[in-house]
């Protein structure tokens, strides 16, 4: 199946690259900005879901998002 793929299959992907939307600086910043969206997420599951839920797998949802 993937040996009938040439290279015009994968020029859609070339676009974004060329364009500078997914150059090392934009991509930087967006991880910087992802950083301090899961912190923001880490705090809210910690606060609302605290201590007083009967959900069972809190500990898990909040190891996997340390």
Do not use: C, W
């Not at 040439?6 to 150059?23: A, C």
């Not at 809210?44 to 500990?59: A, Q």
């Amino acid at each position: 199946m993937f040996a009938k793929l040439t290279v015009k299959d994968f020029e859609v992907l070339i676009g974004p690259l060329e364009s500078g939307r997914q150059s090392p600086n934009a991509l930087g910043g967006a991880l910087v900005l992802g950083i301090l969206l899961q912190t923001l997420a880490y705090y809210l599951e910690y606060t609302v879901l605290g201590r007083m839920t009967n959900f069972p797998y809190k500990d898990q949802i909040l190891t996997v998002h340390f």
